[in-house]
């Protein structure tokens, strides 16, 4: 059984860094793809990072430069390091994974992703 576990998430102020982390079980991080979405209240989720070890990472062109994705395979997790945070990306922030094969354009998209966590909320205030 395929088991996402986000944590890290919390409250900072406008231009402080927060690192989540995504802890895996019962599937191998470096197979397939894995991602970080993210979802306001109200909001439709959107994709915000993916790392294919073949495919290599993308990240939403709003993130790119202040967030970065890693994976340590020996701990199976994926971290999400943001920094600079704006108050408008308080949001749920999920991670996902999936051992289908994604086109590139599709792998920030919500429905190519099979296996969820739970969340982890974020806050950042002004």
């Known amino acids: 059984q395929v088991q996402l576990v986000e944590s890290g998430g919390g409250s900072v102020q406008a231009g402080g860094s927060l690192r989540l982390s995504c802890a895996v079980s019962?599937?191998?991080?470096?197979?397939?793809?894995i991602a970080w979405f993210r979802q306001a209240l109200g909001e439709e989720r959107e994709g915000v990072a993916s790392i294919s070890i073949s495919g290599g990472t993308i990240y939403a062109d709003s993130v790119l430069g202040r967030f970065t994705s890693s994976l340590d395979n020996a701990k199976n997790t994926m971290y999400l390091q943001m920094n600079s945070l704006k108050p408008e990306e308080t949001a749920m922030y999920y991670c996902a994974a999936t051992r289908s094969y994604i086109s590139a354009w599709r792998r920030l998209e919500r429905a190519s992703y099979i296996y969820w966590g739970q969340g982890t909320q974020v806050t950042v205030s002004s």
């Open positions: 019962g599937y191998t991080i470096d197979t397939g793809y």
